[in-house]
């Protein structure tokens, strides 16, 4: 059975109880959880705010969002954001979550953004490190890091996040596929090619799927709602779903009524699949 997700905080910011319960609503199985931007209360990382997480939680908290940019050149943001990511790891067993997950970052600090830097093997070696660490963290507590890659951050291809998860080297590493990150002005008419790519090269580790569509505005990709974009979830869900079924398929910046039209139009192809 597809397990279908939304990442908690493009429903809206709201209680917790109130989150988990608008996930059911709609009809998912689970939600990504970034506590800090999907939840109004501002809980400390601790097993007593965990607790009454779960106290609460009527659907499956498939993934924690710890993402953080581990090349930015404030050191003490990079050390708070592995700081919160190991917290994350030591506490995720209290919801019943196996996997904390984060990009690997931009020289451009805060903008997330293409540098020029970003896909030199400095930069690779760089991220390999600290992403070492945090899976021998994972490995101490049983759970798995899982690593996605975007165009316009240091691991930008299907072939170097393979790269990436090889050196690491370890059972307690996967990776979240976002085709839509893999894209640019240049590619993005490949789009099925280059997910195709990503499953043959990445299959073993794939453990999330990001859904996201897009339509091209002023020479720029923009995202929209799952039916109305240039993919067809029609072709590219069914190549995912054949390729890793047991992988969570997390809508993300799928947002107000897009939502439920995105989903009705994802089970619909899930159910003829089938």
């Known amino acids: ?121 400095s930069a690779y070696q760089s991220v390999l490190k600290i992403f070492k660490d945090l899976v021998k963290e994972a490995e101490s507590v049983n759970k798995t890091v899982l690593i996605e890659a975007a165009y316009g951050h240091v691991i930008f291809a299907p072939s170097v996040l393979r790269r990436l998860i090889q050196d690491i080297n370890s059972p307690n590493v996967g990776v979240i596929v976002d085709l839509y990150n ?14 195709q790519e990503a499953l043959v090269l990445l299959r073993p580790y794939i453990k999330v799927f990001h859904l996201k569509n897009y339509i091209e505005v002023d020479q720029k990709l923009v995202q929209t709602g799952l039916k109305e974009g240039i993919m067809d979830y029609n072709v590219l869900l069914p190549m995912m779903m054949n390729s890793n079924p047991d992988a969570y398929f997390i809508f993300e910046g799928i947002t107000g009524e897009n939502i439920e039209s995105s989903l009705k139009h994802i089970k619909h192809i899930i159910k003829e699949a089938v």
């Not at 050191?75 to 592995?82: Q, W």
């Not at 190991?86 to 919801?95: F, N, S, V």
């Not at 893999?182 to 997910?195: A, F, P």
Request: net charge negative.
């Open 1 to 121: 059975m597809i397990k279908l997700g939304i990442r908690a905080h493009d429903m809206g910011k709201m209680d917790a109880k109130s989150l988990f319960d608008q996930a059911k609503a709609y009809g998912f199985d689970g939600i990504q959880l970034v506590t800090n931007k999907a939840l109004i209360e501002d809980i400390p990382l601790t097993d007593d705010s965990f607790e009454s997480l779960k106290a609460v939680k009527s659907v499956d908290v498939m993934l924690l969002g710890s993402y953080f940019n581990p090349i930015h050149s404030n050191k003490r943001k990079v050390e708070d954001g592995i700081n919160r990511f190991k917290t994350q790891l030591r506490l995720a067993h209290i919801l019943n979550c196996d996997y904390v997950a984060s990009e690997t970052g931009s020289y451009n600090d805060d903008q997330w953004t293409y540098h020029i830097n970003n896909h030199t093997e």
């Open 182 to 195: 893999l894209l640019n002005m240049r590619n993005h008419t490949k789009h099925d090619l280059i997910l």
